[in-house]
């Protein structure tokens, strides 16, 4: 196996994380600590003559992460480092969102006030409407009167001839 110092890289959250999960779970990782001690004390045991030559100690095992533990960690990581963008995205939308608001409160405000003058205007019509009809009303009856009068005048003239 090659040797994979500086291949991968975890944070320390991520470590901890993983540490907290492998312990509440009780698994026991293996310990490679002194696993170079304990292969050359072996083969010295084996044959003294062929004993292995001292190696650079390997790196402490890495252990697999949880999937969905990943998945959370790199959502809060991403949300941590966008938390300004976020926020001003968010500014933007409630901004708008007001703005619609405000929009709309002022189109029905003025759908009522339009509302209102047509039907101020239509009571004015009627209004003018019954005033003629009054007028009319009126006028007829005078005109009535003055012919109901002009044909007893001609009546008194024609008694009177």
Request: no cysteine.
């Amino acid at each position: 196996m090659n040797n994979l110092v500086g291949k991968l890289e975890f944070t320390d959250e991520q470590l901890d994380a993983t540490k907290n999960s492998l312990e509440k779970s009780g698994v026991q990782m293996p310990q490679f600590s002194n696993l170079e001690n304990a292969l050359a004390a072996a083969e010295a045991k084996r044959s003294p003559s062929a004993a292995l030559p001292s190696l650079p100690p390997l790196p402490p095992a890495t252990p697999k992460v949880d999937p969905e533990v990943e998945k959370r960690l790199a959502r809060e990581r991403y949300l941590k480092e966008h938390e300004a963008d976020i926020a001003k995205i968010q500014a933007l939308a409630r901004g708008r969102h007001e703005r619609e608001r405000l929009q709309e409160e002022k189109r029905r405000a003025d759908e009522e006030k339009r509302r209102a003058e047509e039907e101020m205007l239509r009571a004015e019509e009627n209004k003018r409407r019954a005033e003629e009809e009054r007028l009319r009303a009126e006028e007829e009856k005078r005109r009535a009167e003055e012919a109901k009068q002009r044909l007893a005048e001609e009546n008194a003239r024609k008694q009177a001839d």
